[in-house]
């Protein structure tokens, strides 16, 4: 009896090793596709399972990743995920949650890197192509300034508030203190639509007009609003509606 239940245990324990082996096996290929070639050819569960392998050595990350895409539906989404909901799947815990967090939050912080101080904002096309990146997935409104100098070279980027213009209030207050901090010589608003719609609502209109007087006592100029959809923007100015 005694060498059965020994012989049982070895044997799960042989078990075990060889599949370890085998996980561990499959991501040294991904590793080696991805020093090889870059990115070409992998499938998004496949992006994601290399950047789990980082964080969860011992696990299956090839399911743990096709359970993360088939639950939000696309790499973006799932990195745009909260952190309650990531951790809701089998095998993501906090330190798996602040990774995927972490991967989109520093494409934003390099984009944000590289446009400022090097990066004339001179078309709504130009917000747009910036912060479709940023926006990627959002499910609320993001009130963002672009604060600019006399040549409109990017200053800085920050947002102002999250929610809708007509539910929240845009505090002009804070704006201005931030405006005169910088010493910003124009700036440009934008905000994103998560249905899809750019057309402007009536707030949109209003608060850009109560922003742009605010700015004309300190003069400085306000460009422009953009509103950011799902692949399209609205521009106000060119709407002739500032």
């Known amino acids: 009896m005694w060498f059965k239940l020994d012989r049982g245990f070895f044997l799960l324990k042989i078990k075990k090793y060889t599949m370890d082996r085998r996980k561990e096996g499959h991501k040294k290929r991904i590793r080696e596709r991805y020093r090889k070639d ?8 496949e992006v994601l399972e290399l950047i789990l392998s980082y964080s969860l ?3 299956d990350t090839k ?6 895409i088939e639950k939000f539906g696309s790499l973006t989404d799932v990195f745009n ?3 309650r909901v990531l951790k809701e799947v ?4 906090e330190r798996t949650a602040v990774l995927l967090k972490l991967f989109k939050d520093t494409g934003d912080f390099h984009l944000k890197e590289n446009i400022i101080g090097s990066k004339n904002i001179s078309s709504p096309r130009d917000v747009y192509d910036y912060l479709n990146f940023h926006y990627k997935g959002k499910f609320k409104e993001e009130f963002i300034v672009i604060y600019l100098d006399t040549a409109h070279k990017v200053i800085d980027i920050t947002p102002l508030f999250t929610g809708t213009i007509d539910k929240s209030a845009v505090y002009i207050r804070e704006l201005i203190k ?5 010493k910003s010589a124009a700036l440009i608003l934008a905000h994103n639509h998560p249905s899809g719609n750019i057309n402007p609502s009536e707030g949109d ?4 007009k109560k922003i742009k007087k605010a ?3 300190i003069d400085v100029e306000l460009i422009d609003h953009v509103i950011c959809g799902d692949g399209n923007f609205y521009s106000l100015k060119e709407h002739g509606l500032l």
Do not use: Q, T
């Not at 399911?63 to 993360?68: E, F, P, T, V």
């Not at 089998?90 to 815990?93: I, K, L, R």
């Open 63 to 68: 399911r743990i990743a096709k359970d993360l």
């Open 178 to 182: 931030e405006v005169l901090d910088l």
């Open 90 to 93: 089998e095998g993501v815990g």
């Open 81 to 83: 995920a909260p952190f």
């Open 57 to 59: 050595v011992r696990k």
């Open 215 to 217: 700015l004309s006592y």
């Open 38 to 45: 870059g990115l070409n050819g992998f499938h998004s569960y």
């Open 205 to 208: 209109i209003r608060v850009s």
